[in-house]
């Protein structure tokens, strides 16, 4: 291992008094979501609203004088940026920062507001590092590494050291892979604490490099995710050994499953966790018979998310929960029959949130018309009572969503 236990305590000693010893809390609601009895660490409540702020500082306060005076540069899709770039600022060290162009808007934003210098660069992290690796050769600068790197492997390392302090029988901890530095240094921490505790890895399906690289296997990458802050195409050459030799399962998970995290720990925990951050949770969401009746630990590793997101990701989940719902109704176009509708709906205590009046669609008389309705329902057995009374009433309800008639 290119990083030991002992690196890891040196870090903690480092970083104590300038990143926060985070809450771990249980969370008893997740636990009946799951089935698993979990408890969360709120890494989101950094600074910098993310862990990365631990392995920032270990790596920056190992710096010499001449390094400290040329700068600094970190390619980064938000987080380790603005850990990079508010520690680096603290310590008087300049600090360029080359991120995606599609870094969302917050996270650039955070990272300007600390001082350092943004380059918007390529798609990827990957596209992004080729500039980085020009820049810092042109400019003689000190390349932090937002996982590669012994030291930032130490300082991540420092999360499991709290957690298995304050929860000491911990059964399995489930950990975001990106690049593997939060990985690799908890699961050193960790196993050297606990030699039995089960190291699990989440992955986001859309980029499986952990996944392709332990397994031999050619899963494709790339698309949009939620969950960008772990969206790398190469595994480190440093974290790739421990995950290979202490993570027990990495398990993929899909961008609905990211979706249904982030908002369970909104809607039940009352904190925001980023797609990244969420990625733990929604390990546990797609396979749960796997950790049923064991102790998990799950790290929030970070809260930056794009309001508007996070605005979409709420409405979504209450579709998927059947608590939003679409039916296109066929009606008589004559005086009165909205009226007679929305009363009607009212009386089944559903809550009209849209309508959408269509006379020109070619499958109903010339006489008739369209009606796109969205309302509020109460679940799904609530919003199956109101299409069974439109279909009684003749109005021929269908389900947008499901883009056929319900029966």
């Known amino acids: 291992m290119t990083v030991s236990i002992a690196d890891i305590e040196a870090a903690r000693r480092v ?13 008893p609601k997740l ?7 979990i408890f969360v660490k709120y890494e989101n409540l950094q600074v910098t609203n993310s862990f990365k702020d631990r392995g920032a500082l270990n790596k920056l306060a190992s710096l010499g004088e001449a390094e400290r005076k040329r700068g600094v540069i970190a390619m980064s899709a938000g987080n380790h940026a603005q ?3 508010y520690h680096a600022a603290r310590l008087g060290i300049p600090a360029t920062i080359v991120m ?11 990272t300007r507001s600390h001082g350092a210098e943004v380059v918007l660069e390529g798609e990827t992290i990957t596209e992004a590092q080729a500039r980085c690796e020009r820049i810092m050769a042109e400019r003689g600068l000190t390349l932090v590494h937002p996982y590669d790197d012994a030291r930032i492997i130490a300082g991540q390392g420092t999360i499991a050291i709290e957690m298995l302090e304050e929860v000491p029988d911990l059964e399995a901890l489930v950990i975001p892979i990106g690049g593997g530095g939060l990985i690799a240094g908890n699961a050193i921490a960790a196993r050297a604490r606990s ?15 952990a996944w392709n690289a332990i397994k031999g296997a050619t899963l494709p990458f790339g698309g949009p995710t939620l969950a960008e802050g772990i969206a790398v195409k190469n595994v480190g050459r440093l974290t ?8 027990s399962e990495i398990v993929l998970v899909n961008e609905a499953q990211l979706e249904r995290a ?17 990625a733990g949770l929604a390990a546990l969401l797609a396979k749960p018979d796997r950790f049923r009746g064991k102790r998990v630990g799950l790290i929030l590793c970070g809260g930056n998310i794009d309001p508007r997101i996070l605005a979409s990701i709420m409405v979504r989940e209450l579709e998927r929960e059947t608590r939003i719902v679409s039916f296109r109704l066929t009606i008589p176009d004559r005086p009165g029959v909205l009226g007679q509708i929305a009363t009607r709906l009212g009386e089944l205590g559903a809550n009209i949130l849209e309508v959408d009046h269509r006379r020109l669609f070619l499958d109903v008389p010339a006489n008739g018309a369209k009606l796109d309705v969205t309302i509020e329902t109460r679940d799904a057995a609530h919003a199956e009572d109101i299409r069974a009374a439109l279909a009684r009433d003749g109005l021929h309800p269908m389900r947008l969503e499901a883009g056929a008639a319900m029966e």
């Open 15 to 27: 970083i104590k008094g300038a990143v926060l010893r985070t809450p771990m809390l249980p969370a």
């Open 31 to 37: 636990s009946a979501l799951t089935g698993a009895e």
């Open 83 to 85: 850990a990079v770039a």
């Open 100 to 110: 995606p162009v599609t870094t969302p808007f917050v996270k650039v934003a955070a």
């Open 195 to 209: 030699p039995k505790i089960e190291i699990f890895g989440a992955e986001a399906a859309l980029y499986p490099s």
């Open 240 to 247: 790739l050994p421990v995950i290979r030799e202490l993570v």
């Open 262 to 278: 982030v908002n369970a720990y909104l809607t039940l925990q009352k904190t925001m966790a980023e797609g990244a951050g969420a």
